[in-house]
């Protein structure tokens, strides 16, 4: 631990530049933290941003959040929340009390004493690593930066971001690390829709660009979170995160590829991983599905991957496992039409019902949906294809998926008729909501990608069943 500085502990060439009144950041910046007269800044009020900033205010610090979108600011300042983890009422609790306001007004971070970056880190086309979001904010912060601010990324990137970049900006305005601002990446745990892990229970790792910076982020941190993990650096913290994600794409891509295999043997997949996930120790169940969506999962292993290629290492696990869990559609599409087939019907001009399109079940998020790519590939085949789902109302098509038509499409009501009428029914997501025992009376074809059926509905199917 850093002895405590006087300013006589200084050279008088030291301290020119600074008043015999300034302090060194680390102090002024713990004292302000620990009375919780720090105000909080954070960048981003998406499913990162909306809950951290929640649980400062709730906390009692005053906290402003920084959005582009109009939208969620006026939400967010009327009390209301968009965020499936995030309460309106606390929402609403944090505003009432004036701990909580957001604003699209990027000049205020001047105000702030913490800034926190919670901006996207999506992927090109080209499968690289999207920086434009974490610059964008990096600007604003370069904008309107002043003395003892701790800054600290929490946006998932690949190892070097915050040193290589982030901080390189905010010297170039003349601001020295450790002696006007502290610079730190925190990667963010939330698992959305996980009522176990929330916010103040998922450990935290924290890595400074420095070790005063490393010292504060995790003093902060420890205000609302019961666990901190200090590493040595933003790089460990940066990598550290990515492997957590790696560790799950491939293990997934296993999970999916194990399901080929068991249904080439003719074996119950659902059946073999149940049982060796009764081995206590030395193995961890994953499932297979119809692919992988999320904001995480499918594109975090491309930004390790892509740093490794600069330093000349090729990552053959995450290619490998990018190429069983991106045709995981194809392969589901595969089974639908052959057991079309079995029937003598094609998929051209097919009714087909899918069920469940979010990409995880009981959330409302789209985002790389596996549903979508099994959309636009049965349309292209020439299926009528209509979807239910309790939790989203509507699907659109970006550049992505353009094979089929990319028409919107729009949450059914699940009536006996829109069951009875499918040539073949999908289920892409096992929402708790859907009574399968129900849909299995009705429907002549079910395809389960998500071993959504138990096996005492199936004994009861009229259905023909087909699982992954
Ligand atoms: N999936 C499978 N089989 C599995 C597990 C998941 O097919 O055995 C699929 C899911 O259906 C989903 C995708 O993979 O489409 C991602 O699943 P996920 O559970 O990893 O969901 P995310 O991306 O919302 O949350 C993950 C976090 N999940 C868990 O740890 C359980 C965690 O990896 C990160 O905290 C988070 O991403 C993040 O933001 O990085």
Redesign the pocket.
């Given at each position: 631990m850093r002895e405590e500085l006087e300013l006589q502990d200084f050279t008088p060439s030291e301290t020119e530049h600074f008043p015999a009144t300034e302090t060194m950041v680390i102090d002024e910046l713990k004292q302000k933290i620990a009375d919780r007269t720090a105000r909080i800044g954070v960048i981003g009020l998406g499913y990162v941003g909306l809950p951290l900033i929640v649980e400062f205010s709730l906390k009692g610090y005053e906290s402003v959040g920084f959005e582009v979108d109009e939208t969620k600011t006026s939400e967010i300042n009327a009390g209301r929340s968009y965020i499936v983890d995030v309460t309106s009422e606390n929402v609403a609790k944090c505003v009432a009390d004036n701990k909580l306001v957001a604003t699209t007004d990027f000049s205020k971070l001047a105000d702030c004493d913490v800034i926190i970056i919670c901006v996207p880190t999506p992927l090109r086309k080209t499968k690289d690593p999207d920086m434009s979001y974490i610059l964008t904010a990096g600007g604003e912060i370069q904008n309107y930066m002043r003395r003892s601010q701790l800054i600290i990324l929490e946006s998932?990137t690949y190892p070097g971001t915050t040193d290589e970049v982030l901080q390189p900006m905010f010297e170039e305005k003349g601001f020295s690390l450790d002696e006007d601002f502290l610079l730190a990446f925190s990667p963010?745990?939330?698992?959305?829709g996980?009522p176990q892990y929330q916010t103040h229970n998922i450990p935290k790792v924290v890595g400074g660009c420095s070790n005063d910076s490393t010292e504060v982020a995790a003093f902060l941190y420890g205000q609302i979170v019961n666990d901190v993990h200090q590493v040595s650096s933003a790089r460990v913290a940066e990598a550290a995160k990515l492997w957590?994600?790696t560790f799950?794409a491939i293990n997934?891509g296993m999970?999916n590829e194990m399901a080929k295999l068991c249904n080439a043997l003719g074996i119950d997949t659902w059946e073999v991983v149940r049982a060796a996930a009764t081995k206590p120790f030395g193995f961890m169940p994953?499932?297979?599905?119809p692919g992988?969506?999320?904001?995480?999962?499918p594109l975090?292993p491309h930004y390790l991957s892509w740093k490794a290629r600069q330093h000349g290492f090729d990552s053959q696990f995450i290619s490998l496992a990018e190429q069983v869990n991106s045709t995981m559609p194809n392969y589901v599409v595969e089974l639908a039409t052959t057991a079309l087939n079995e029937a003598r019907k094609a998929v051209n001009g097919s009714k087909i019902l899918i069920l469940g399109v979010a990409?995880?079940k009981d959330i409302d998020d789209m985002r790389e949906s596996?549903a979508l790519s099994i959309i636009d590939l049965l349309r292209a085949d020439g299926a009528d294809v209509y979807y239910h789902d309790p939790f989203v109302e509507e699907v659109t098509f970006d550049h992505a998926y353009t094979i089929g038509a990319g028409d919107p499409l729009y949450n059914q009501g699940l009536t006996d008729e829109l069951i009875r009428n499918a040539d073949c029914v999908i289920i892409c997501t096992e929402h708790s909501p859907i009574d399968y025992a129900r849909v299995c009376d009705l429907a002549s074809l079910i395809v389960d990608t998500r071993n959504a059926l138990s096996p005492e509905i199936r004994g009861n199917s009229k259905a023909k069943i087909v699982r992954l």
């Amino acid at each position: 631990m850093r002895e405590e500085l006087e300013l006589q502990d200084f050279t008088p060439s030291e301290t020119e530049h600074f008043p015999a009144t300034e302090t060194m950041v680390i102090d002024e910046l713990k004292q302000k933290i620990a009375d919780r007269t720090a105000r909080i800044g954070v960048i981003g009020l998406g499913y990162v941003g909306l809950p951290l900033i929640v649980e400062f205010s709730l906390k009692g610090y005053e906290s402003v959040g920084f959005e582009v979108d109009e939208t969620k600011t006026s939400e967010i300042n009327a009390g209301r929340s968009y965020i499936v983890d995030v309460t309106s009422e606390n929402v609403a609790k944090c505003v009432a009390d004036n701990k909580l306001v957001a604003t699209t007004d990027f000049s205020k971070l001047a105000d702030c004493d913490v800034i926190i970056i919670c901006v996207p880190t999506p992927l090109r086309k080209t499968k690289d690593p999207d920086m434009s979001y974490i610059l964008t904010a990096g600007g604003e912060i370069q904008n309107y930066m002043r003395r003892s601010q701790l800054i600290i990324l929490e946006s998932t990137t690949y190892p070097g971001t915050t040193d290589e970049v982030l901080q390189p900006m905010f010297e170039e305005k003349g601001f020295s690390l450790d002696e006007d601002f502290l610079l730190a990446f925190s990667p963010e745990r939330v698992d959305p829709g996980n009522p176990q892990y929330q916010t103040h229970n998922i450990p935290k790792v924290v890595g400074g660009c420095s070790n005063d910076s490393t010292e504060v982020a995790a003093f902060l941190y420890g205000q609302i979170v019961n666990d901190v993990h200090q590493v040595s650096s933003a790089r460990v913290a940066e990598a550290a995160k990515l492997w957590e994600n790696t560790f799950r794409a491939i293990n997934i891509g296993m999970a999916n590829e194990m399901a080929k295999l068991c249904n080439a043997l003719g074996i119950d997949t659902w059946e073999v991983v149940r049982a060796a996930a009764t081995k206590p120790f030395g193995f961890m169940p994953f499932y297979p599905g119809p692919g992988i969506g999320g904001h995480c999962i499918p594109l975090d292993p491309h930004y390790l991957s892509w740093k490794a290629r600069q330093h000349g290492f090729d990552s053959q696990f995450i290619s490998l496992a990018e190429q069983v869990n991106s045709t995981m559609p194809n392969y589901v599409v595969e089974l639908a039409t052959t057991a079309l087939n079995e029937a003598r019907k094609a998929v051209n001009g097919s009714k087909i019902l899918i069920l469940g399109v979010a990409y995880k079940k009981d959330i409302d998020d789209m985002r790389e949906s596996p549903a979508l790519s099994i959309i636009d590939l049965l349309r292209a085949d020439g299926a009528d294809v209509y979807y239910h789902d309790p939790f989203v109302e509507e699907v659109t098509f970006d550049h992505a998926y353009t094979i089929g038509a990319g028409d919107p499409l729009y949450n059914q009501g699940l009536t006996d008729e829109l069951i009875r009428n499918a040539d073949c029914v999908i289920i892409c997501t096992e929402h708790s909501p859907i009574d399968y025992a129900r849909v299995c009376d009705l429907a002549s074809l079910i395809v389960d990608t998500r071993n959504a059926l138990s096996p005492e509905i199936r004994g009861n199917s009229k259905a023909k069943i087909v699982r992954l």
